[in-house]
């Protein structure tokens, strides 16, 4: 039927020009107080094509009688529809009646969240962060509800039990899928996904998983040493990458990854970094989840990948406690167990959080180390010392754990390189009606976020040298710092003075703080630990010739997890 018959069949009511072109834009404010009150979740398709097809539609009817075409009508009437929404949206997010109207911030961020997409998808988002932090101070409205907060003092109360999981992390989830421990909002939800994953890293089961730890760390030991024999160049981050994935699919899945052996033949590495990347931007826009769910991408193949590992570990039984023996209840320690949905969301899950972070934070502290010869030297001669030669492998957890500067080396790795650099995202309990912070009030609507990477190279908190690695600022209170006095007939005077250091361990959060923290910490400085010790005690490694470090500096990306570089090295076996 006609759009005319309909219009006459209907009988609309008459307006004038001007009135029906009001009634559009009538419809696109009332649209925005719906949208303003109820925020779109990425399960919400049907009310926003409602609102944002149908209201448009009904309203731009009303001007069929004053021209002769529907498709201008509707061109017209969307249109007008569709600015007169923006231009809503805008003018309220920069005046001073919205409620975080007093936090400075870029312009763009206050607008849209459309800012910090663009930021991710350039992969500049870290710079640009640094750069609203040292503009505006501590605290930065870096979206349209959104603070960034550098400030230790404030994070036992940004991270506390009753700041969840903020919105972002609908972004990070299919909502047609069980949600993972990492991404669940709820905390009651939260709280039941935890257990599982407390009982698989507990002090007890890290233990039992070490004799997999020192099998895979002895294959990548000796994987290297067949290159270093042949005098090959090795790319030390992809073989942290490799050993970091192998491990986590034995821990997730009881193994079958081999990409030291066999390098990444099938594209695994490749179908997991894909998903980080798009996911680091698409996060920030959770509402259009299902629309990029619909894309053709690598995300899939790899689901597909993990269902069968996961089909093939429930067929196999367990050999060994690992954290699919956990996760599947294997032990009947809590009252149910998974489906097999949720076992395959937590074995990606497993994957993508224990082995891109734990990778990427060992190549730092290998780029940390080659940088500094002098520490380098000194934390071989403390391992040489804690595993004298003729005396086994440097891979007893229990020493490598009292070994002091080995553990300073990591913990500055880790200050300066943190794996995830800038997103630890929260949001008040939804039904809490909000909470005070320090003298701020954070409404249920509004995310928080703390940016480790701030935080970590935050004079207030680390000194001196805070920019440096400086592993002696985790085992001395006081330091001899060089300066310059020209108050001496106008020469310049070096003196030395004593001064003390910071480490502010309140406003150390690599691993995040509170009930959501990194469950996995203590495997992770397990194997840490272990890997760094082992090619210490092997191998000497240093840059190839010619190499310039900032080549690595500027690889470093914050795609939510850190990503770096190639680091070439060459490795000379110890005798």
């Known amino acids: 039927m006609p759009l005319l018959q309909v219009y006459e069949r209907f009988r609309l009511p008459e307006l004038d020009m001007r009135d029906a072109f009001l009634l559009v834009v009538a419809g696109a404010l009332v649209t925005h107080l719906i949208y303003k009150k109820y925020e779109v979740q990425p399960s919400s398709y049907f009310p926003t094509f409602l609102l944002l097809g149908l209201t448009p539609c ?33 003018c309220y997010r920069l005046s001073p009646w919205h409620p975080l109207a007093r936090y400075p911030g870029p312009v763009l961020a206050k607008l849209t969240k459309f800012w910090i997409v663009y930021r991710f998808y ?79 890293f507990s002090t007890t089961s890290v233990r039992d998983m070490q004799p997999t730890i020192t099998r895979r760390v002895l294959q990548l030991a000796e994987e290297l040493e067949k290159r270093a024999v042949a005098k090959q160049t090795v790319n030390i981050t992809e073989w942290m990458s490799f050993f970091a994935f192998d491990f986590m699919g034995d821990m997730a899945f009881g193994g079958g990854f081999e990409l030291m052996r066999d390098g990444d033949t099938r594209g695994l590495w490749k179908m997991m ?27 899939e193949a790899f689901r597909k990948f993990t269902i069968e590992c996961a089909l093939q570990r429930m067929k196999n039984g367990s050999s060994v406690k690992d954290l699919f023996y956990h996760l599947h209840n294997e032990a009947n320690t809590v009252k149910r167990s998974l489906t097999l949905e949720e076992l395959v969301v937590s074995g990606e899950t497993a994957i993508v959080a224990g082995s891109d972070t734990t990778s990427t934070t060992m190549t730092g502290i290998w780029y940390f180390l080659l940088s500094h010869p002098e520490c380098y030297e000194r934390l071989q001669k403390e391992v040489d010392a804690a595993f004298p030669h003729g005396e086994g ?105 004593r001064v003390k250091v910071i480490t502010d361990t309140a406003a150390f959060v690599p691993f995040s703080a509170g009930n959501r923290n990194c469950v ?19 191998f000497e490694m240093r840059f190839v010739d010619g190499y310039d470090t900032r080549r690595f500096e500027e690889s470093v990306m914050d795609l939510f997890i850190t990503k770096v570089g190639e680091l070439p090295v060459r490795l000379t076996p110890r005798t």
């Open 393 to 497: 492998d440097a891979l007893d957890p229990v020493r490598l754990a009292e070994m002091k500067y080995l553990n300073a080396v990591i913990n500055e790795g880790l200050r300066l390189q943190p794996a995830i650099s800038t997103f630890l995202h929260r949001a008040p309990e939804q039904g809490s009606g909000g909470k005070w912070i320090g003298g701020h009030f954070i409404s249920e609507g509004t995310a928080v976020n703390v940016p480790p990477y701030l935080l970590h190279r935050d004079p207030r908190y680390f000194s001196p040298n805070p920019e440096s690695f400086w592993p002696d600022r985790w085992l001395q209170e006081e330091s001899t710092i060089s300066y310059t006095n020209n108050s001496t007939g106008g020469k310049e005077v070096k003196k030395e003075r």
């Open 58 to 90: 009904l309203c731009s009817s009303f001007l069929l009688r004053h021209f002769s075409s529907p498709v201008t009508v509707y061109v017209l009437g969307f249109s007008t529809f569709y600015a007169s929404l923006l231009t809503s949206i805008a």
């Open 122 to 200: 350039r992969r500049d988002y870290l710079p640009n962060i640094i750069a609203a932090h040292k503009k505006y101070g501590d605290i930065v409205r870096m979206g349209p509800n959104e603070l960034s907060f550098v400030n230790a003092d404030l994070v036992p109360h940004l991270l506390a039990p009753d700041m969840p999981k903020g919105p972002s992390w609908d972004g990070r989830r299919n909502p047609d899928l069980p949600a993972s421990v990492i991404v669940t909002r709820s905390s009651k939800e939260h709280a039941q996904k935890r257990v599982f994953w407390s009982h698989a």
């Open 520 to 538: 996995g910490k203590n495997l992770a400085l397990t194997e840490m630990r272990a890997v760094i010790a082992l090619l210490m005690q092997r």
């Open 273 to 299: 970094d894909e998903r980080v990347q798009g996911m680091a931007w698409q996060m920030h826009i959770p509402w259009a989840t299902r629309m990029f769910l619909k894309l053709p991408s690598k995300v």
